[in-house]
């Protein structure tokens, strides 16, 4: 029988059982957790990922709701068509930092930044990109319950500047390394949203089927990003130019 002195001895020795496992190359190392993470959210790289996004009124209704195509490629870039009739023709195309906004009639695209809204609480680096392993150094701080499931808790730095979220708590399954939840803080340290994800089959994963963020800036909104279906797709060189964007408005 497990008492409270021997779990908090597990508890007091977990950071240097992680950092032993760390140096070792196991799999306790930050890297190879959050690409395990990364892993359920978008399965690889050059995918066509159906997006709904819903906005939900605080007493549960439906307030909103958009329609995004959106391309993830190699090399963090990403192209979003929208295609609800509201937006119909706008583009949002990320490579790296840099961020634009393409508008019907427009010649010239527009830049902006990951943080600018699409709908709700969903901005365009929430939907476009936020890759942990890529943009986010961190630690293990340490093993808790998340519900019923043991889960893994770490703290992630960006590494970057122009990321949407400077800091982010991590909540990870134990077992699989799936995402459970996220704390996401900006550039002020202001907790700005709380996600949680939804995974396809809970005792066994294999993908985020939806991530619900929860505005904490404001009146604690929800807004809902389903995942209607992933498949492979490499786009054209041409549709990640801004230019090309702008003087071809239709691609499909």
């Known amino acids: 029988m497990t008492t409270p002195f021997v779990s908090r001895l597990r508890m007091a020795l977990l950071p240097i059982a992680l950092a032993l496992g760390t140096a070792a190359g196991g799999a306790t190392d930050v890297g190879a957790l959050l690409k395990a993470a990364d892993r359920y959210r978008t399965g690889a790289d050059n995918l066509q990922v159906e997006t709904q996004v819903t906005l939900l009124r605080q007493d549960g209704?439906?307030?909103?709701?958009?329609?995004?195509?959106?391309?993830?490629?190699?090399?963090?870039?990403?192209?979003?068509?929208?295609?609800?009739?509201?937006?119909?023709?706008?583009?949002?195309?990320?490579?790296?930092?840099?961020?634009?906004?393409?508008?019907?009639?427009?010649?010239?695209?527009?830049?902006?930044?990951?943080?600018?809204?699409?709908?709700?609480?969903?901005?365009?680096?929430?939907?476009?990109?936020?890759?942990?392993a890529d943009d986010y150094a961190g630690t293990v701080v340490a093993e808790e319950t998340c519900g019923a499931r043991p889960c893994l808790h770490l703290s992630l730095a960006a590494t970057r500047k122009g990321l949407s979220y400077q800091r982010i708590e991590l909540w990870l399954g134990q077992q699989h390394h799936e995402p459970i939840?996220?704390?996401?803080?900006?550039?002020?340290?202001?907790?700005?949203?709380?996600?949680?994800?939804?995974?396809?089959?809970?005792?066994?994963?294999?993908?985020?089927?939806?991530?619900?963020?929860?505005?904490?800036?404001?009146?604690?909104k929800e807004t809902r990003v389903r995942y209607l279906s992933r498949q492979t797709r490499q786009v054209p060189d041409t549709w990640l130019n801004p230019m090309f964007l702008a003087r071809n408005p239709t691609l499909e």
Do not use: C, H
């Open 181 to 220: 939840a996220a704390d996401l803080y900006v550039l002020s340290d202001k907790l700005a949203k709380q996600a949680r994800f939804t995974l396809d089959k809970p005792a066994a994963p294999t993908r985020v089927d939806e991530m619900v963020l929860v505005d904490k800036l404001g009146a604690n």
């Open 61 to 132: 209704s439906v307030d909103k709701e958009r329609r995004y195509t959106v391309f993830t490629q190699a090399q963090r870039k990403s192209l979003v068509l929208m295609r609800s009739p509201a937006e119909a023709g706008q583009k949002v195309l990320m490579l790296g930092d840099d961020f634009w906004l393409l508008l019907p009639g427009s010649a010239r695209p527009m830049r902006i930044t990951p943080s600018q809204k699409l709908l709700g609480e969903a901005s365009t680096g929430d939907i476009a990109t936020m890759s942990w």
